[in-house]
């Protein structure tokens, strides 16, 4: 669930990262349909910060995920992975872009494992590996929309826990090894 309280503690730490702040921003002009800034960028961010670092330190990209049935090529991925690319060139950063909706096509051959397609970008985000990146933040009215199918609870406490919707074990303890070497504070449950 997420409380007034734990979305607006969430938007304060995503808006000291510069670079999701200009991205944030950006948001009109990036034009892809049900986008969200999501998992790494946004969970490395309150790590940081919780850890006393600079918020965007050591992330290495910003991944931004969008829904569009309507193209399910690789081509039209790529295009519009360039397109976001250069909007956000001056930030320094690698963006990544996915088109959430051709998962499907690609994900047997690289996970070892068939998934039924996507029905939306939220629908994608409930599978991600961990309960703590398994959020998605874009601009709303006022503060930020957040998508956090389990809540943000272990994201605000450091707590990483497997969603195993999807994620293999294998994945999972090379993922959290990886981020304990960078965020000592992490409480990493065991698969």
Not at 108 to 118: A, H
Not at 164 to 171: D, T
Not at 179 to 187: E, G, H, I, N, R
């Amino acid at each position: 669930m997420i409380t007034k309280t734990s979305g607006e503690a969430l938007d304060r730490r995503l808006r000291q990262n510069p670079k999701l702040r200009a991205i944030l921003h950006r948001w009109t002009a990036l034009q892809l349909p049900d986008a969200w800034i999501v998992a790494g960028a946004v969970a490395q961010t309150v790590w940081n910060l919780e850890h006393g670092r600079p918020a965007d330190a050591d992330i290495k990209d910003i991944d931004i995920v969008y829904f569009d049935a309507r193209d399910l090529s690789a081509e039209a991925e790529a295009a519009q992975e360039r397109r976001v690319a250069e909007l956000t060139a001056d930030l320094e950063v690698k963006v990544d872009v996915k088109n959430e909706a051709r998962v499907h096509l690609w994900y047997g051959r690289v996970f070892g494992r068939e998934i039924v397609p996507y029905t939306s970008t939220p629908a994608a985000i409930a599978t991600f590996p961990t309960t703590a990146t398994a959020v998605g933040v874009r601009p709303a009215q006022t503060g930020l929309r957040i998508e956090a199918p389990f809540g943000l609870g272990d994201l605000l406490a450091m707590v990483v826990r497997p969603n195993r919707a999807l994620v293999s074990r294998a994945v999972y303890e090379a993922k959290t090894a990886r981020w304990q070497a960078v965020w000592p504070k992490l409480d990493i449950r065991p698969w």
